[in-house]
C-alpha cells in the first residue's frame, strides 16, 4: 500500500473535540479500507499565507494536523466527504515518494532497477555555447580590421602629403592641398 500524508486545515474557531472528530473520522475510513494509520501531528493555529473564503466569511488563521497513513489507492475517492464538512477550510492529499527518490546532499539516491538519467540536452554546454563565441570573436575581428582600413585610407593619402611637403618643402604650395592647413 502507498504511503500518504493528509493535510487537513480547520476553521480557528473550530473547538479541539471537533477537530480530534474529523480526524477521528479520516482514521476510521482509513483503517475501514485496510489501511493504517501511521502518525498524527497536529501544527496549532497558524496564520494562513492568504485569506480563505467560505460561506461564514474570509479567514486569515486556521488548525492544521497531519495524518501520516499508508492505504489503498483509493483513499482520494475516500476523502471526499470532507469537501462537504462545513468545519474545514481545506484538506490535501499528497502520496509519499519511497527513498529511492530522495536525494541526500545534492545526490540522488537510486536503486538498481531504475535506469541511469538522460543528460539534460543534446549536446554539452561547451559545444553548444563553443560556436557562438567562435561566431562572436570573429566578428569583432572583422570589425577592427574594417576600423583600420578605413582609418588607413582616410587618413594615410594626407599624411603622406604632409611627409613630402616636410621633405621637400617649399615644392609644394597649398593649392595641392586645399584641405590641410600647413602653418
Known sequence: MPAYEVLVMAKAAVQ??????????????VIKDGGVVMAVKSYGTVRLAYDVK????WHQQG??????????????????????DERLLRWLLLKRRPKRWMTW??????????????????RPLCLVLLPGLVLGSLLMLLLVVVVVVVVVLLLLPPIMLL??????????TLDVMPRLSLV
Open 16 to 29: 479541539r473535540g471537533e477537530l480530534v472528530d474529523v480526524v477521528r473520522g479520516l482514521a476510521q475510513r
Open 54 to 57: 467560505k460561506r461564514d466569511g
Open 63 to 84: 488548525q492544521v494536523v497531519q495524518v501520516e497513513v499508508n492505504a489503498p489507492a483509493s483513499l482520494a475517492q475516500q476523502l471526499e466527504h470532507l469537501n462537504k
Open 105 to 122: 546532499r545534492g545526490e540522488a539516491m537510486q536503486s538498481a532497477t531504475m535506469p541511469p538519467p538522460r543528460p539534460c540536452g543534446p
Open 163 to 172: 611627409v613630402l611637403a616636410w621633405l621637400i618643402e617649399d615644392s609644394i
